[in-house]
C-alpha cells in the first residue's frame, strides 16, 4: 500500500454505530465476545453442534501434534448433506438457494430441493466414473450453477476438489492437475465473459495432452458442461457431456458421514516461490467457521434476507461465502456469471435492484472502479433492499469505504471489512455490524472465538497504537491443515517465524496497525506476494513466467500501488544480448506481457514492462526489490548504498521517466 493510503487510513476518525433498529434484530448477541473468551474450544464446539453430525464428536480440538491441528476428530459429517438435505428435511426444500443471472441475460433458480436433487444425481455420476473417498477431482468451469453442483457432488462422496480459476491458463492447470494427482476433471465447452463466449475445454484438453518428456497425467475422464455452445475437440473414452451424464444417472443417494478432518477441498495460491500451494482444508472444523461466520458478520436472516457475493468459486472467498457458509445456513443468493459492466455500467445494480438483494459482499477494487465511474450509474436502481455491506480481498482506503456506504448503502447500511485468507479458510478479523461501532478503513476486531496479535520483529507485541506483524496465537477450526504433499513447507511458511518454547504462531504475512481502542487495521502483505484487485500473485512466479521466454535474460517483477487495482504488476527485464537490437523495446515489452498471460492467466499480465540494461543488485546478487518499487512508483529512490553498483538505478529511472 502506498504511504498516502496508510496515512488516511490511520488517521480515519469517523466512527458509525449500528442503528437501534438494527442492533435490536442482530443475529449477534453483544456478550457473544465475552461468551467465547470464557471457555474457548466450548464456544465452538457449541458453534459445531449446530451442524448436523452423522455421529457426535467427543473432543474439540487436538493439537498434541502442531501445527498439525485436528477439530472434533472423532465426529463423522457430510459436508453437502449439511448444505442440502437438512434444510429440505427441515421443511425449507422450497426456499430458494440459488438465483443464478447469465452474463447474457439468461436465469435460472433453484430451490433447495431442487439444488440438492441435482447434486445427488451428480454424485452418483462421480460415483460410477469410480471416484471414491479422498480421490482429487479438478474444477474448472465458469460461474455457473454446475460449479456450485459439482463442488458439493464432489464433497457428498468424502472426495477432494481443486478448483481452478475459469482466467488460468493450461499450463497453470496441468501444474495443478498433477500437484494433486487429479482423477477427473469438470469443465465446459466455454463460459461468458465481457459479452462473448471465452474457451475452457481446449485448455483443458491442452493441459491434459502429454508435454514432452513429462509423465502421463493421472485424468482418466473429462465431464463437459454445455453452456458456451463453443465447437469442442472430443477424446472418445475419456470425454462425458455432463448433462447427459447426470440426467442417466440414479436420482437417489443417501449421504454418508466422513470424519471430521477428511479432506474437502485442495485450493492453489500464490506464495513467495514460483510454484503455487495447495492449501489443504478439510470439513468439520472449515465448515463450521464458514457457517458460523457468515451467519455473524453479515447479520444473515435466512427467512428474509437475499444474499449476495460477487466472488468465483475459483477463488476461497466463492469457496466459503457462496458455497460453503450461506448453503450451510439455508441461504438465498444470487449468482451472476460475467462482469460487473455488461452489457452496461449499471449491471451488478440492476441485479441487486431485480432479486432485492439485502447483503452484498466484494471487493474494494470494484468499489474503486465504480467510484471512477460515478454516482450517476448506481443512482438510477433501486437499492433500498441492501442492509448489509461488505468488503474483501485488500485493504479498502477511507474514501472508497465512504463511499461505498452512501451511494450503494444509502448512507445508513454497516459495512463489515472482513481480513482472511485462503489459509484461514473462513472470515479472521471483521467487526460485527449489529454490534460493532464501525471505523472506515479498518477490519477492527478478531471474531469471537479467535484470537490475533501484532508482534514486532522480535516476536513481542507491539505496543498501541503502532505497526507489526500479524499473526493468529491460537488454532482456529477452519485452519489450512497443510500444503498438498508438503508438510515442510507448511510449517517453514507459516509456522517457522514466531513460533517458539512449544507455542505456535501462525504468521499471515500481512502488515497491521493496531490503535489506542486495540482496533486492527490492515497495511498489506509483507512479503514477494502481491495484491491486485484482490488476486494474490506472486512475484516470483511471474519472474520464472518471464525468464522462460527465450529472449530474457534476467527480470525482477515488483508490485507498484496503483489507485484502481490497488497493486499492478510492473516488470524489469532484460534481454539477452543477441535480442537487445532485434526488436524495440515496446515490441519485447508487449510480447512479454502476453506470454506472461499465455503462462499463468491473463490475471497476472504485467501493467507495464520495462526493458532495463541491468538491475540493481547487492553485492551479494540479490535483486532489491525496493529500489524498483520506488522507480515503479515514481518516487524518489531510496538508499542505495547496499548496492554492488550505484550508478545503475540512476539509468533505470532515466529510462523509466
Ligand atoms: C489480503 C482472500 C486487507 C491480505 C480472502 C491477505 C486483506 C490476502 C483483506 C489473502 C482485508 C484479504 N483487508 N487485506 N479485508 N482481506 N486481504 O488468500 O493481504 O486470496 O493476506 O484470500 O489478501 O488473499 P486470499
Not at 216 to 225: A, E, R, S, Y
Request: aromatic letters at 8%; proline letters at 5%; a negative charge.
Amino acid at each position: 500500500m502506498s504511504q498516502n493510503s496508510i496515512d488516511s487510513l490511520l488517521s480515519e476518525t469517523r466512527r458509525f454505530a449500528p442503528s437501534d433498529e438494527f442492533a435490536a434484530q442482530s443475529v449477534a448477541a453483544p456478550d457473544i465476545y465475552e461468551r467465547a473468551k470464557e471457555d474457548r474450544l466450548a464456544f465452538w464446539a457449541d458453534r459445531a453442534r449446530e451442524l448436523h453430525w452423522h455421529s457426535p464428536f467427543t473432543e474439540t480440538l487436538d493439537w498434541s501434534n502442531p501445527p498439525f491441528a485436528k477439530w472434533f476428530a472423532d465426529g463423522r459429517i457430510n459436508v453437502a448433506y449439511n448444505c442440502l438435505d437438512r434444510h429440505v428435511l427441515a421443511g425449507n426444500g422450497d426456499r430458494v438457494a440459488l438465483h443464478w443471472e447469465g452474463e447474457p441475460g439468461d436465469s435460472r433458480s433453484y430451490t433447495y430441493a431442487e439444488l440438492t436433487a441435482e447434486v445427488k444425481r451428480a454424485a452418483n455420476v462421480l460415483l460410477g466414473l469410480g471416484i471414491g473417498q479422498g480421490d482429487r477431482v479438478a474444477i474448472y468451469l465458469p460461474l455457473i450453477p454446475e460449479a456450485v453442483i459439482a463442488m458439493l457432488a464432489v464433497a457428498r462422496i468424502g472426495a477432494v476438489h481443486s478448483v481452478i480459476f475459469g482466467g488460468f491458463s493450461s499450463d497453470s492447470i496441468r501444474s495443478r492437475v498433477a500437484d494433486a494427482s487429479a482423477r477427473l476433471v469438470i469443465t465446459a465447452d466455454g463460459g461468458w465473459r465481457k459479452g462473448k463466449v471465452f474457451p475452457l475445454k481446449s485448455a483443458v484438453d491442452a493441459a491434459l495432452a502429454p508435454a514432452d518428456g513429462a509423465e502421463p497425467t493421472t485424468v482418466t475422464d473429462v465431464l463437459v458442461v454445455k453452456r458456451g455452445e463453443n465447437t469442442v475437440e472430443w477424446t472418445e473414452g475419456r470425454d462425458h457431456w455432463w448433462h447427459e451424464a447426470v440426467a442417466a444417472a440414479e436420482p437417489e443417494h443417501e449421504a454418508e458421514g466422513f470424519e471430521a478432518e477428511n479432506p474437502l477441498f485442495i485450493l492453489y495460491t500464490s506464495g513467495t516461490t514460483g510454484k503455487p500451494k495447495g492449501i489443504l482444508h478439510t470439513s468439520g472444523g472449515y465448515l463450521t467457521q464458514a457457517a458460523f461466520t457468515h451467519r455473524n458478520v453479515f447479520d444473515l436472516h435466512p427467512e428474509t434476507d437475499v444474499y449476495w457475493c460477487t466472488a468465483d468459486v475459483g477463488w476461497v472467498t466463492g469457496h466459503s461465502y457462496v458455497v460453503y457458509g450461506p448453503l450451510a445456513n439455508g441461504a438465498t443468493q444470487v449468482l451472476y456469471e460475467g462482469t460487473p459492466d455488461t452489457p452496461h455500467a449499471g449491471r451488478w445494480w440492476e441485479i441487486i435492484q431485480k432479486y432485492g438483494v439485502s447483503i452484498f459482499y466484494t471487493a474494494p477494487t470494484a468499489i474503486r472502479s465504480f467510484m471512477k465511474i460515478g454516482r450517476q450509474v448506481p443512482n438510477d436502481f433501486d437499492l433500498s433492499s441492501l442492509r448489509v455491506l461488505g468488503s474483501v480481498g485488500e485493504p479498502i482506503n477511507p474514501e472508497a469505504w465512504i463511499w461505498y456506504r452512501d451511494v450503494i448503502g444509502h448512507g445508513e447500511t454497516p459495512i463489515v471489512d472482513t481480513w482472511w485468507q485462503t489459509e484461514t479458510g473462513a472470515i479472521m478479523i471483521s467487526a460485527l455490524p449489529g454490534i460493532t461501532a464501525a471505523k472506515p478503513g479498518s477490519a477492527q476486531t478478531p471474531i469471537p472465538g479467535i484470537v490475533i496479535d501484532v508482534l514486532g520483529d522480535d516476536g513481542t507485541r507491539v505496543d498501541p497504537p503502532r505497526g507489526g506483524l500479524l499473526v493468529v496465537s491460537e488454532p482456529w477450526p477452519s485452519m489450512l491443515r497443510g500444503i498438498w504433499g508438503d508438510p515442510e513447507r507448511f510449517i517453514e511458511t507459516y509456522w517457522s517465524k514466531f513460533s517458539k518454547d512449544g507455542v505456535w504462531k501462525y504468521f499471515a504475512g500481512d502488515g497491521a496497525h493496531v490503535d489506542a481502542d486495540g482496533d486492527i487495521t490492515l497495511l498489506g502483505r509483507v512479503d514477494d506476494v502481491m495484491n491486485v484487485s484482490g488476486h494474490r500473485l506472486s512475484t516470483t512466479e511471474i519472474e520464472s513466467a518471464l525468464v522462460s521466454h527465450k529472449i530474457v535474460a534476467e527480470a525482477a517483477v515488483v508490485g507498484a500501488a496503483d489507485d484502481d487495482t490497488g497493486q499492478a504488476v510492473v516488470a524489469f527485464v532484460i534481454l539477452k544480448s543477441n535480442q537487445a537490437d532485434a526488436q524495440t523495446a515496446d515490441e519485447a515489452s508487449a510480447l512479454l506481457r502476453s506470454h506472461v498471460s499465455d503462462r499463468i492467466g491473463a490475471i497476472a499480465r504485467p501493467k507495464r514492462v520495462f526493458i532495463v540494461a541491468e538491475l540493481p543488485k547487492t553485492r551479494s546478487g540479490k535483486i532489491m526489490r525496493r529500489l524498483l518499487q520506488d522507480v515503479a512508483e515514481g518516487r524518489a529512490v531510496g538508499d542505495t548504498t547496499t548496492l554492488a553498483d550505484t550508478s545503475v538505478m540512476q539509468i533505470i529511472t532515466d529510462k523509466v521517466r
